[in-house]
């Protein structure tokens, strides 16, 4: 079992930035790869990028370049730095975690307008 808790959503202007953390805590031994998704209003579930055990990083194309995901294994925490915000970035965040399944965090909103 893995328990994540995300933190450091809020309201931004187009154009600034952002940082979410995510902890584990529990079996994190056993992760190997944790990541972002997002959800828009009225939208689906959109995945934004992850980090393995290893170290391999992957972004959606919505957000390369402006989104930087990093771990630090030590901390059992995984970080999306967002920067260059849009007003399309607007969503609920939800980090995860993979084992054998699949753990969600509870979500943190994020909100870009002017």
């Known amino acids: 079992q893995v328990q994540l808790a995300e933190s450091g959503g809020g309201s931004v202007q187009p154009g600034g930035s952002l940082t979410l953390s995510c902890a584990a805590s529990?079996?994190?031994?056993?992760?190997?790869?944790m990541g972002w998704y997002r959800q828009a209003p009225g939208k689906q579930r959109e995945w934004v990028g992850s980090i393995t055990d290893s170290g391999y990083i992957d972004y959606s194309d919505s957000v390369k370049g402006r989104f930087t995901v990093s771990r630090e294994n030590a901390k059992n925490t995984v970080y999306l730095q967002m920067n260059s915000l849009k007003p399309e970035d607007t969503a609920v965040y939800f980090c995860?975690?993979?084992?054998?399944?699949?753990?969600w965090g509870q979500g943190t909103q994020v909100s870009v307008s002017s």
């Open positions: 995860y975690a993979d084992i054998t399944e699949r753990y």
């Open positions: 529990g079996s994190t031994f056993s992760i190997f790869r």
